[in-house]
């Protein structure tokens, strides 16, 4: 079975500063796909970004990247110069083969003006 | 971008009664949907990958019976709850993925979900 796990519920952080969100998970795959959704107040899932374990190289989007540790299982997601639209529930979200889609628990993260 | 359409966004029915929640892709193919359930500020809980023209794979836990899944077309997918009751109540979002369900690189597309409140 596959567990996804975020251990930080709630994170605040300074506007314009940087934060990392954590993420692990356990699995015996070889071949998956991470990533991580942001769900603002409106409850819409946003994509912000997404990792091929296959890939070595850390996937980033604009303000957003991520440090994949592959061995560890780790996938942490790193917002640089926090805006206030930041604000939202994070969540990693881990894909196999299997065709399913197993969510973590979530991180609540505001941004302070 | 990919787009799926939830209907309705918020409905309040009797307890007792029947309640239909519609997923659609508008523009593109979903051969696989899949159901969510998310409590206040918790994290989406599967219940059920819905697959076009054969019936839906439930997970452990979830009662087919009460939760009925349709795949009936590419584009629409159909979660009806039966005879609902209070603990019914929550938030519903649906989700597709965009190309063949071998294509498991692809993102999930989400709906904007729906509240259910039985009363």
């Known amino acids: 079975a596959q567990t996804v796990t975020q251990s930080q519920p709630e994170m605040s952080v300074q506007e314009a500063e940087t934060v990392t969100l954590s993420c692990t998970y356990d699995t015996s795959e070889n071949n998956y796909y991470l990533f991580w959704y942001k769900q603002p107040p409106s409850r819409q899932m946003i994509l912000v970004i997404r990792q091929e374990a296959y890939k070595q190289q850390n996937a980033t989007e604009n303000r957003f990247s991520v440090n994949f540790q592959k061995a560890a299982k780790s996938f942490s997601l790193k917002i640089s110069d926090s805006q206030l639209g930041d604000t939202a529930m994070y969540f990693c979200?881990?894909?196999?083969?299997?065709?399913?889609?197993?969510f973590g628990t979530g991180t609540s993260l505001t941004v302070i003006p | 971008g990919a787009v799926v359409s939830q209907h309705p966004s918020r409905v309040i029915c009797k307890s007792g009664t029947s309640v239909k929640i519609e997923c659609r892709s508008l523009?593109?193919?979903?051969?696989?949907m899949f159901w969510y359930r998310q409590f206040p500020k918790q994290s989406l809980m599967l219940m059920a990958t819905s697959n076009e023209g054969s019936k839906a794979t439930y997970e452990q836990g979830v009662e087919k019976d009460k939760f009925l899944i349709n795949h009936a077309s590419l584009t629409l997918s159909t979660l009806t709850v039966t005879s609902a009751h209070p603990e019914d109540s929550s938030f519903y979002i649906c989700?597709?993925?965009?190309?063949?369900?071998?294509?498991?690189?692809?993102?999930?597309?989400f709906g904007n979900g729906t509240r259910l409140t039985v009363t």
């Open positions: 523009d593109f193919q979903a051969t696989t």
């Open positions: 979200a881990f894909m196999w083969t299997g065709n399913q889609f197993y």
């Open positions: 989700s597709a993925r965009q190309g063949a369900s071998s294509s498991y690189n692809s993102p999930l597309h």
